[in-house]
């Protein structure tokens, strides 16, 4: 048979056209059928007509399950992205917005192996110019960029991995470089400058939260008779918009402005009422709304008590306990939800307040400020548990992943 001779589709019959020649190890494949293969399969070549018909066969089969899948919770920010049902124990990798036109395999929790993680870093060499010339720093200068690649590793007839990047672009840090190994496979954030460091973070926190969830599902955690009850959640939480506290500094009174972050970690007790909200997504917004509500009156609060914002760290406790409290009389009721545990970050000023600080003590002082990018907060040799991670410290940052002492 010659090159330009005609060639017809084993699967379909289709006669096949000059460039659209799919080969197989013992026939041939129109590219229309090859499309219907699984994304993830790439033994394409090496795979007869008859094994070719049978993935056929799983594929058209799983689009009942892709119909049916009714996600709870996603990790991912970019175009890819992980997606979970816990109610049927079910996940999918899938790219694009038509979940169930597009056919993504559905894949039960017991089929996960584990999840490898891997930061990319590049880094770009800053130059300045002399004399009409670029010349290097001494010594040289970096702008830093980076990638966050996820590897699932999963137990499937026709794949056994899936591969995509958490974000959706880049995350550019300026000349901050933030990349740090961690320990157990998990990814570790270093104390660095602000720009880009919270895009940083909740990817770093988004990677390991998926790390330890298929680890779980690896060595059959939560797995029994009947409907499973969904794991619980982390909540990363933060002021939707900077704060006005009023308080007198070098005697005068001026307003800053204050955000402030943290988790909250939550137990979805009764699935049926959470899911009146809507889907989980929507749910665990309105939480956070709430916790920002509350969090808000405390810190006004604060400012009327003319407490300084240096201090506001030390209430943190405070602030979880009493939203706690409130929160443990009317989500079970309202939501069908526990929370579990909250705690808060950090609080820090906004750009615009640290500015006008920095000014007055300028003026006031003669000199130049001390920048203030989050208050101190008095060092803590006692053992803490992390929040995020779970991992035991001494010192104020998690060891683990590089979150704050709250």
């Known amino acids: 048979m010659g090159f330009f001779d005609k060639k017809y589709c084993d699967i379909c019959g289709d006669k096949i056209g000059l460039l659209g020649n799919r080969k197989l190890e013992d026939g041939n494949l129109c590219k229309n059928c090859a499309k219907k293969l699984s994304p993830w399969f790439d033994e394409r070549r090496h795979s007869t007509v008859a094994q070719i018909r049978q993935q056929l066969e799983y594929r058209e089969g799983n689009r009942a399950k892709a119909a049916a899948f009714r996600t709870s919770r996603t990790f991912g920010r970019g175009s890819t992205k992980l997606y979970v049902d816990d109610n049927a124990r079910k996940f999918a990798v899938h790219k694009g917005g038509d979940f169930a036109a597009d056919n993504p395999d559905i894949l039960d929790f017991s089929q996960a192996v584990g999840c490898d993680l891997d930061i990319k870093e590049y880094r770009r060499e800053l130059k300045r110019t002399v004399d009409g010339r670029s010349v290097s720093y001494n010594p040289p200068r970096y702008e830093y960029s980076y990638d966050f690649r996820v590897a699932v590793h999963v137990s499937h007839p026709y794949f056994n991995s899936m591969d995509f990047d958490l974000n959706g672009s880049s995350v550019h840090t300026g000349e ?28 770093v926190q988004m990677g390991n939260e998926l790390k330890a969830m298929m680890d779980r599902w690896k060595n059959g955690g939560g797995q029994g008779s009947g409907a499973a009850m969904p794991e619980p959640e982390l909540l990363r939480f933060g002021s939707q918009n900077p704060v006005p506290y009023k308080q007198s500094v070098m005697g005068s009174n001026m307003v800053l402005l204050i955000r402030y972050f943290g988790t909250a970690e939550i137990d979805i007790k009764d699935p049926a009422i959470a899911q009146r909200c809507g889907s989980f997504e929507e749910l665990k917004k309105n939480l956070k709304k709430e916790i920002c509500m509350l969090t808000d009156n405390m810190i006004q609060k604060c400012a009327m008590e003319n407490l300084s914002f240096n201090r506001l760290p030390s209430r943190g406790r405070d602030f979880a306990e009493e939203i706690m409290m409130h929160a443990g009389s009317s989500w079970m009721t309202n939501y069908g939800v526990q929370l579990k545990m909250l705690s808060f970050s950090g609080f820090t000023l906004a750009d615009e307040s640290r500015e006008a600080y ?49």
């Open 176 to 203: 901050v470089c933030m990349a740090v190994a961690g320990n157990n496979g998990a990814w570790r954030v270093s104390s660095a400058g602000r720009r880009g460091e919270d895009e940083y973070r909740e990817l």
């Open 358 to 406: 920095d000014r007055m003590m300028k003026s006031q002082l003669g000199q130049a400020a001390v920048p203030v990018s989050q208050p101190n907060t008095p060092e803590v040799s006692a053992s803490w548990q992390c929040p995020f991670c779970r991992a035991q410290n001494a010192g104020k940052f998690c060891t683990n992943c590089g979150a704050k002492q709250p």
